[in-house]
């Protein structure tokens, strides 16, 4: 089981530190790790977020484990040696067209929410996320007005394919679950949003147990913090997917406990915290790394065919938060390397 490890920049490389460890402490046999520079410390030593010999790691691994990317110094860069690129660069390259953010709250964390306790107990989803289109990848530019005026512009557009491809990740999901798909749109307005709509109801009649409903983006979001326990499954767009992950995030205590997958069709993935770099906090001991030990669990079970392995991962990370375990995003005061230790302690 060959295994990428991409730390990237700021708090990545102390987070994927603790993820290897607590890995190694399964002792699995036959499990191989290889490093790589991504992002702005890629750019730094190599002249490029995601060079060659990055790329060639990743093909030749079975999944990647990937830490954050992001750094000030590289703000000023020209858009495709900006750090962020490694990681769409990955995406695009490896066709990663499927992202599994899944967000449920230990019950420990209750209180770290920024939700009523009663509210915020409600959580347990996932939002399937397409990763390949929308405004990321679109056509993108600046020029000049008829009248002199700067003026960006970032193209949507997603073809039927690409949304009846994550469709189906969305009612397959759904099917594992509780059978019920939310999808999220904006069809009053957008028209890339229409056709979405269109093709994920002409995608439901393949998935006559599966209770499919529609919610604009916007109320989506209102929502999710109202009442969230009524989704199960949320399948959307790259740009609202990236929004709604990180606002169900908080809903579930913090930022630094939801982790992600990004799939291809062959269940070759791409494993990482949803988390920034933070550059804020960076080298510090500050960071929750268990939001990357969780990433390494769900590419041990999607990736790896280890479920088992997953299972524990998942459990020492429960009963360690029971015991009392908290980094200071959660209200505690223990550092990185502790919390990967309470982990740890438990395997």
Same mark, same amino acid.
């Given at each position: ?5 991409? =730390?990237?920049?700021?708090?990545? =490389? ?15 046999? #036959? ?21 060659? !010999? ?45 992202? &599994? ?21 409600? $959580?347990?989803?996932? $939002? ?17 007005? !008829? *009248? ?8 949507? /557009? @997603? ?23 939310? #999808? ?8 890339? #949003? ?9 995608? /439901? ?6 209770? &499919? *409903? ?5 109320? +989506? ?12 499954? $949320? ?35 791409? @494993?990482?915290?949803?988390?920034? *770099?933070?550059?804020? $906090? ?14 390494? +669990? ?5 990736? &790896? ?10 459990? !020492? ?10 980094? =200071?995003?959660?209200?505690?005061? &223990? *550092? ?12």
């Amino acid at each position: 089981m060959r295994v990428a490890l991409f =730390p990237g920049d700021g708090i990545g =490389p102390e987070v994927i530190a603790e993820a290897r460890l607590v890995l190694e402490a399964l002792d699995l046999p #036959s499990l191989e790790f290889e490093e790589g520079l991504v992002g702005g410390a890629a750019y730094k030593a190599m002249g490029h977020p995601l060079p060659q !010999a990055t790329l060639d790691i990743a093909e030749r691994a079975d999944a990647i484990l990937f830490g954050a990317v992001g750094d000030p110094d590289c703000d000023r860069l020209e858009r495709h040696l900006r750090p962020e690129q490694a990681i769409l660069g990955l995406r695009r390259h490896l066709s990663f067209f499927a992202n &599994l953010r899944p967000a449920k709250l230990f019950p420990e964390l209750a209180d770290a929410s920024a939700l009523r306790p009663e509210v915020a107990r409600q $959580i347990d989803m996932v $939002i399937v996320r397409e990763l390949n289109g929308d405004v990321y990848f679109g056509e993108k530019g600046m020029r000049k007005t !008829a *009248s002199g005026l700067r003026e960006g512009y970032d193209v949507m /557009a @997603y073809n039927e394919d690409e949304v009846r491809r994550i469709a189906r990740i969305g009612f397959e999901t759904a099917r594992a679950r509780a059978g019920k798909l939310c #999808s999220v749109d904006k069809a009053n307005v957008l028209e890339t #949003s229409q056709l979405w709509r269109d093709v994920v109801i002409e995608t /439901a009649a393949d998935y006559p147990d599966i209770e &499919l *409903s529609h919610m604009y983006v916007d109320n +989506a979001a209102m929502q999710l913090v109202r009442n969230p326990g009524q989704f199960d499954v $949320i399948v959307t767009g790259n740009l609202f997917g990236d929004i709604l992950s990180d606002q169900a995030s908080m809903c579930a205590g913090s930022i630094g406990m939801l982790p992600s997958a990004s799939l291809d069709v062959n269940q070759k993935g791409l @494993y990482e915290p949803i988390h920034g *770099s933070a550059p804020d $906090i960076a080298g510090q001991g500050k960071a929750n790394p268990l939001a990357t030990i969780l990433s390494a +669990a769900m590419m041990l079970r999607y990736s &790896l065919n280890q479920p088992e392995a997953a299972d524990r991962i998942e459990g !020492a990370v429960a009963k360690a938060l029971a015991s009392g375990a908290r980094s =200071p995003d959660l209200g505690g005061t &223990l *550092s990185t390397r502790a919390m990967g230790e309470a982990v740890r302690a438990v395997l």
